[in-house]
């Protein structure tokens, strides 16, 4: 594909809005999360790596762009699937032609981390990988299997022990009220379980959100629609969304990672280090808790919904 202008990632953490953002694979591989389906959604239906004289092309004109930049991402939504040789070698360029980068971050998927060979993600730290934005979703095996997210807690132990090894920081993204009204609390603590064992540097709050045909046109809709409308799944209500961040921090125990709800869809918007800001955290959602029902119901209703 010849383009004028660099290749942009569709979806990017808040967090990386400064970033350069770089374009490595295009969609998802995995593609059959119940709740997800975003990519389709957004016109990318398939998976495609991109070749890597594309990206350096692509590189090469952000260089000219932003050449003081500090920081990068690579994207779509796994591009590790690219292969282990080809994003160390996309690193490595990157660091040379944006000599002021001080931290690299991508999306990755555990299965693919798990999958990399021996001594791999190392290499990827070795290669210039500083951060990786991993979506946990949920600690409850249960609650995965459901949503077909295609790991286990077993595998997030694993991959979290190999990021850490490597010096890597780990950004867990934690998915309110995925467990619906019926099984809320064990998702809760069950992730809140897995993120005291695995100590990630960054935890990041986002709430389900169950779009329609207002998302890419032409009537596409969260997959996960189909369950709600068979009445195999209860969509949490925006209270019971609350309720979820009140007992994930009340769960969350001898860790210091920063929590942050750092998207425009959460109805609680707390952030801080847990060994020092947790209580205040605590106090933020159970003032609002204790505010009037009608203001209550006011704000989910302006809150909205987004990507």
């Not at 990386?16 to 374009?23: A, G, K």
């Not at 935890?203 to 189909?226: D, N, S």
């Not at 009340?250 to 709800?261: Q, R, V």
């Amino acid at each position: 594909m010849t383009t004028t202008s660099p290749e942009s990632p569709l979806i990017r953490p808040p967090s990386e809005w400064r970033s350069l953002l770089v374009r490595v694979t295009r969609g998802c591989k995995w593609n059959r999360c119940r709740f997800c389906g975003i990519y389709p959604a957004l016109g990318e239906a398939g998976f495609s790596v991109r070749s890597v004289a594309e990206v350096k092309g692509d590189i090469d004109q952000l260089a000219a762009m932003r050449p003081r930049a500090k920081t990068a991402f690579f994207g779509d939504a796994d591009p590790l699937a690219a292969g282990l040789d080809r994003i160390a070698e996309l690193a490595r360029y990157l660091r040379r032609r944006v000599t002021t980068i001080e931290r690299l971050t991508c999306y990755a998927r555990a299965s693919t981390l798990a999958r990399l060979p021996r001594g791999g993600i190392r290499h990827l730290a070795a290669a210039g990988l500083d951060r990786v934005h991993l979506g946990l979703e949920s600690g409850d095996p249960e609650t995965l299997r459901f949503h077909r997210k295609g790991q286990s807690p077993a595998m997030i132990r694993e991959v979290a022990a190999r990021l850490r090894r490597a010096q890597i920081e780990v950004s867990m993204y934690v998915l309110l009220g995925l467990g619906g009204r019926d099984r809320w609390r064990r998702h809760i603590e069950a992730t809140a379980g897995l993120l005291n064992e695995t100590i990630p540097d960054f935890i990041r709050l986002r709430r389900l959100w169950l779009y329609g045909a207002e998302v890419g046109g032409g009537g596409t809709e969260c997959p996960l629609r189909q369950q709600v409308r068979s009445g195999e799944f209860l969509p949490q209500t925006p209270e019971g969304t609350v309720l979820e961040v009140k007992l994930l921090l009340e769960n969350l125990d001898g860790i210091n990672s920063f929590l942050a709800c750092d998207h425009a869809n959460n109805y609680v918007n707390v952030s801080g280090r847990l060994q020092s800001d947790r209580a205040e955290m605590l106090a933020t959602v159970n003032d609002f808790l204790a505010r009037p029902e009608e203001e209550r119901r006011a704000h989910y209703q302006a809150v909205g919904s987004g990507i």
